[in-house]
Protein backbone atom coordinates (compact mmCIF):
# COMPACT_ATOMS: atom_id res chain seq x y z
CA UNK A 1 0.00 0.00 0.00
CA UNK A 2 1.28 3.63 -0.85
CA UNK A 3 2.12 5.94 1.84
CA UNK A 4 -1.31 7.45 1.89
CA UNK A 5 -0.15 10.81 3.48
CA UNK A 6 0.59 13.13 -0.37
CA UNK A 7 -3.61 12.12 -0.90
CA UNK A 8 -4.75 13.60 2.38
CA UNK A 9 -2.10 16.46 2.11
CA UNK A 10 -3.28 17.23 -1.53
CA UNK A 11 -7.15 16.61 -0.27
CA UNK A 12 -6.68 19.43 2.70
CA UNK A 13 -4.49 22.06 0.93
CA UNK A 14 -7.39 21.49 -2.29
CA UNK A 15 -9.48 23.60 -0.12
CA UNK A 16 -9.45 27.70 -0.14
CA UNK A 17 -7.21 29.18 2.41
CA UNK A 18 -6.08 26.18 3.94
CA UNK A 19 -2.06 26.17 5.11
CA UNK A 20 -0.53 23.16 6.28
CA UNK A 21 2.69 23.05 9.61
CA UNK A 22 3.46 20.23 12.02
CA UNK A 23 1.83 20.09 15.11
CA UNK A 24 2.25 18.07 17.89
CA UNK A 25 5.37 16.09 15.41
CA UNK A 26 2.58 15.53 12.76
CA UNK A 27 1.75 17.13 9.20
CA UNK A 28 -1.55 18.99 10.32
CA UNK A 29 -3.78 21.49 8.26
CA UNK A 30 -5.60 24.72 9.12
CA UNK A 31 -8.70 26.76 7.91
CA UNK A 32 -7.32 30.01 10.00
CA UNK A 33 -4.25 30.91 10.34
CA UNK A 34 -3.10 28.28 13.46
CA UNK A 35 -6.08 28.65 15.25
CA UNK A 36 -8.26 26.30 12.67
CA UNK A 37 -6.77 22.71 12.67
CA UNK A 38 -8.82 20.69 10.88
CA UNK A 39 -7.08 17.80 10.05
CA UNK A 40 -3.98 16.03 11.84
CA UNK A 41 -2.13 13.24 9.80
CA UNK A 42 -1.16 10.85 12.80
CA UNK A 43 0.02 7.93 11.30
CA UNK A 44 1.13 5.20 13.73
CA UNK A 45 0.57 7.45 16.73
CA UNK A 46 1.08 6.05 19.98
CA UNK A 47 1.12 2.01 18.59
CA UNK A 48 -2.46 3.29 16.83
CA UNK A 49 -3.03 2.34 13.43
CA UNK A 50 -2.31 4.55 10.39
CA UNK A 51 -4.98 7.36 10.46
CA UNK A 52 -5.59 10.64 10.57
CA UNK A 53 -8.12 12.42 13.41
CA UNK A 54 -10.31 15.69 12.11
CA UNK A 55 -13.04 17.96 12.92
CA UNK A 56 -16.41 16.65 12.67
CA UNK A 57 -19.81 17.79 12.83
CA UNK A 58 -22.18 17.30 15.28
CA UNK A 59 -22.96 13.50 15.72
CA UNK A 60 -20.61 12.24 13.05
CA UNK A 61 -18.16 10.67 15.04
CA UNK A 62 -20.69 8.57 16.97
CA UNK A 63 -22.63 7.61 13.89
CA UNK A 64 -19.84 6.69 11.77
CA UNK A 65 -18.02 4.86 14.31
CA UNK A 66 -21.11 3.05 15.29
CA UNK A 67 -21.41 2.15 11.32
CA UNK A 68 -18.04 0.80 10.88
CA UNK A 69 -15.45 0.82 13.60
CA UNK A 70 -12.96 -1.11 11.51
CA UNK A 71 -12.77 2.33 9.34
CA UNK A 72 -13.29 5.15 12.04
CA UNK A 73 -12.33 5.88 15.56
CA UNK A 74 -12.97 8.45 18.20
CA UNK A 75 -9.44 9.24 18.98
CA UNK A 76 -7.66 10.36 21.86
CA UNK A 77 -7.27 13.75 23.05
CA UNK A 78 -9.61 15.28 20.92
CA UNK A 79 -12.42 12.25 20.73
CA UNK A 80 -14.60 14.19 23.21
CA UNK A 81 -14.57 17.33 21.57
CA UNK A 82 -16.25 15.23 18.65
CA UNK A 83 -13.40 14.85 16.16
CA UNK A 84 -13.07 11.68 14.27
CA UNK A 85 -10.46 9.38 13.73
CA UNK A 86 -9.91 7.71 10.16
CA UNK A 87 -7.85 4.30 9.66
CA UNK A 88 -5.63 4.35 6.54
CA UNK A 89 -3.94 1.72 6.57
CA UNK A 90 -6.28 -0.44 4.33
CA UNK A 91 -7.42 0.10 1.10
CA UNK A 92 -9.12 3.44 1.24
CA UNK A 93 -11.98 5.23 -0.68
CA UNK A 94 -9.97 8.85 -1.53
CA UNK A 95 -13.70 10.18 -2.95
CA UNK A 96 -15.06 9.55 0.47
CA UNK A 97 -12.03 10.73 2.12
CA UNK A 98 -12.17 13.85 0.48
CA UNK A 99 -15.98 14.48 1.30
CA UNK A 100 -14.36 13.80 5.53
CA UNK A 101 -12.03 15.98 4.55
CA UNK A 102 -14.17 18.97 2.96
CA UNK A 103 -16.95 18.36 6.08
CA UNK A 104 -14.22 19.00 8.50
CA UNK A 105 -12.74 22.01 7.07
CA UNK A 106 -16.29 23.29 6.84
CA UNK A 107 -16.59 22.80 10.76
CA UNK A 108 -13.50 25.15 11.70
CA UNK A 109 -13.56 27.08 8.57
CA UNK A 110 -15.27 31.23 8.44
CA UNK A 111 -17.95 31.60 6.52
CA UNK A 112 -16.13 33.42 3.79
CA UNK A 113 -14.02 30.38 2.94
CA UNK A 114 -17.00 28.11 3.08
CA UNK A 115 -19.11 30.29 0.46
CA UNK A 116 -15.48 30.06 -1.65
CA UNK A 117 -15.74 26.61 -1.25
CA UNK A 118 -19.14 26.69 -2.48
CA UNK A 119 -18.71 29.09 -5.12
CA UNK A 120 -16.35 26.23 -6.45
CA UNK A 121 -18.68 23.62 -7.09
Request: aromatic share 10%; hydrophobic share 40%.
Amino acid sequence: MANPLPRLRKACLALPGVTEKVSHGSPSWFARGDKGMFVSFVGEHHGERLAFWCAAPPGAQEEMVAEDPDRFFRPPYVGHRGWLGVYLDRENDWAEIAEIVDQAFRVVATKRSVAELDART
